[in-house]
């Protein structure tokens, strides 16, 4: 393999989907959920032969742009997007071993960029979020400083950086480049005429997209604004017609529509106040913001948010491996008709736990086999499912390897504990496997598709159980059911000591979701004891005549369900035992 320079070697690469991916409400990107003026519609269906064919030429755009910003038409520079003004600018002006400074979090590509050319990259913390703030910056310039680099409104916080804090920057570090990126400034409701900085710094980029207020995402058209000299400079390093004929035509035709962008402002403005308050409502801690979204802190309920939206087809940013926002979620606001069916998504329902061994799956051929088989290679005896049944009554073993070594040990036979897993595992889950996967492929699912479909109009799900993660999420994924949970807890989540019968696993459940009511559905006498020590609602699953219903309903169940396939009308009557009572 041919080695990439080393300024390059360790970047990881901007992360974008393959393929388009359906959903009911993309709320991820921060594009306009609006869409592009009509007039942007109909001046790329009047392209001609001739336009596409050829090079395009930018000077009505620049003189359109000039007239936008007040500026000269060699101040403004067209690019491909806001990206290609951030990569041309930072490539012209930080060399080598020079710094590109600013506020995290904020856009990730001057990062990349600032790194790829052998410059270095160095953020810093807010004291108070989201509170730009200029003195603190300044705090941070050393002699390696060359650019500091502002979002304003900035993504994915939401705040405004005041024109004075910039002007701070500007007058007293005129060596040092500020870059300002403005992609969102159109969606401010009083935004500052940055603008105007350019005629009085020679040490001011600004960089505007015209993605997201103006719908051409996928176009891909912005610009680069600064006195001529720097312009000039840039010009070394862009690519010559790097602004496509149809981006270019797509360009002139929104700026001549002013009302479109007036229309867009005012309902963004709207619909943002709206989802702000409506979140607040809910009890969760949306940030003020000046763009065309909001950064919202759901706590520890973040995933349990993000899937309750994505269960319904609505798309938003995570950020799962940041410290700072790993419990905020960055909502592009949605048009206003939309709100509802966002709040729909996040109504409260009651939650079903399911224990999944003999509850959703029937593993009389899979788990309580490789019980079977391996207590056979350890002994070379036959083990009976009575014995078996026995010892998962008598608490305390709800983990199957720790319940066969516990009947090898009966038997005289004194094997560790990690040979038994060794061999259980081997025959019973083995992901590398071409084909059938082992043992575990002989379940059954108790609990059809259709039922969880059926039933999720009312109730969200979770599972609680001993199996190792890979192993819960290989069977609920085969049978097509996985998507219907919001949170597993497995073997791998919680501590040894704080496994079944704990009440640690659904603890955390009731720690991290949101619900009315809450009922835990187990076939062990852990499972009951679990629920009991932790105040759910449990009810166990047995055969009603059998010694097994009766331990689960000493254990303390509240009830017991037969069969798992017919949930929907066990949870109807209880419904009509709860109205009637």
Not at 51 to 56: A, C, V
Not at 151 to 169: F, H, R, W, Y
Request: aromatic share 12%; charged share 25%.
């Amino acid at each position: 393999m041919i080695k990439p320079k080393k300024a390059v070697e360790g970047i990881l690469p901007y992360s974008t989907p393959k393929y388009a991916q359906i959903c009911n409400l993309k709320l991820d990107s921060n594009e306009n959920p609006y869409g592009a003026s009509k007039e942007v519609l109909y001046a790329l269906k009047e392209l001609t032969n001739a336009q596409i064919s050829r090079y395009p030429h930018y000077g009505e755009l620049v003189d359109k742009l000039a007239q936008k910003f007040n500026l000269k038409d060699d101040e403004i520079l067209p690019t491909n997007g806001a990206d290609e003004a951030l990569s041309v600018i930072i490539n012209t002006y930080l060399d080598t071993d020079e710094e590109l400074l600013c506020f995290m979090p904020t856009f990730s590509m001057p990062k990349l960029y600032a790194t790829s050319c052998h410059g270095k990259f160095r953020s810093i913390d807010y004291y108070t979020k989201w509170v730009f703030d200029a003195d603190k910056l300044i705090e941070n310039i050393d002699a390696k400083t060359k650019i500091i680099y502002i979002t304003s409104p900035n993504n994915p916080t939401g705040e405004l950086a005041n024109i004075q804090d910039i002007e701070k920057i500007l007058s007293n570090f005129p060596q040092i480049i500020v870059l300002l990126d403005v992609t969102y400034i159109n969606f401010a409701q009083n935004p500052p005429d940055y603008y105007s900085l350019i005629k009085k710094y020679e040490n001011i980029f600004i960089v505007k997209s015209f993605s997201k207020d103006m719908g051409l995402a996928g176009l891909r058209l912005g610009c680069a604004l600064s006195q001529s000299q720097n312009i000039e400079q840039c010009k070394k390093i862009i690519s010559p017609y790097s602004v496509n004929a149809a981006a270019l035509y797509a360009g002139l035709a929104t700026l001549d529509d002013v009302e479109w962008e007036k229309f867009i402002k005012e309902q963004i403005n709207t619909s943002r106040n709206a989802l702000i308050e409506g979140l607040i409502e809910l009890g969760f801690k949306p940030y003020k913001s000046q763009g065309n979204f909001i950064l919202c802190d759901f706590n520890q309920y973040c995933d349990f948010i993000e899937w309750k939206l994505q269960s319904k087809g609505i798309k938003v940013r995570s950020f799962k491996t940041s410290d700072i926002l790993k419990n905020c979620l960055r909502i592009t606001t949605p048009k206003v008709q939309d709100l509802n069916l966002f709040f729909d998504a996040l109504i409260t329902k009651d939650m079903l736990v399911f224990d999944l061994d003999g509850v959703v799956f029937d593993v009389s051929n899979s788990y309580r086999l490789a019980i079977k088989e391996t207590f056979k290679h350890f002994s070379q005896k036959e083990l009976q499912d009575d014995e078996i049944q026995k010892a998962k009554e008598l608490g305390g073993l709800n983990c199957d390897w720790d319940l066969t070594k516990y009947l090898l040990d009966k038997h005289g036979f004194n094997v560790e504990l990690e040979k038994v897993i060794e061999v259980f595992q081997k025959m019973f889950f083995d992901p590398q496997k071409e084909g059938s996967k082992g043992i575990i492929d002989n379940e059954k699912l108790v609990v059809s598709p259709e039922t969880f479909e059926k039933l999720s109009e009312k109730y969200d799900f979770c599972a609680f159980t001993g199996r190792p993660r890979s192993e819960a999420i290989y069977s609920l994924e085969k049978f097509g059911i996985l998507k219907y949970f919001c949170k597993i807890i497995s073997q791998d989540d919680i501590q040894k000591n704080e496994r079944k019968p704990h009440p640690e696993g659904l603890n955390r459940i009731k720690r991290e979701t949101i619900y009315n009511k809450i009922y835990y559905f187990g076939d062990t006498v852990d499972d009951i004891y679990s629920a009991v020590a932790s105040t759910t609602q449990v009810y166990g699953v047995a055969k009603k005549s059998s010694k097994s219903a009766l331990i689960l309903t000493e254990a303390g169940a509240q009830d017991i369900i037969e069969d798992m396939s017919k949930l929907d009308e066990f949870l109807k009557a209880k419904e009509n035992t709860y109205a009637n009572s």
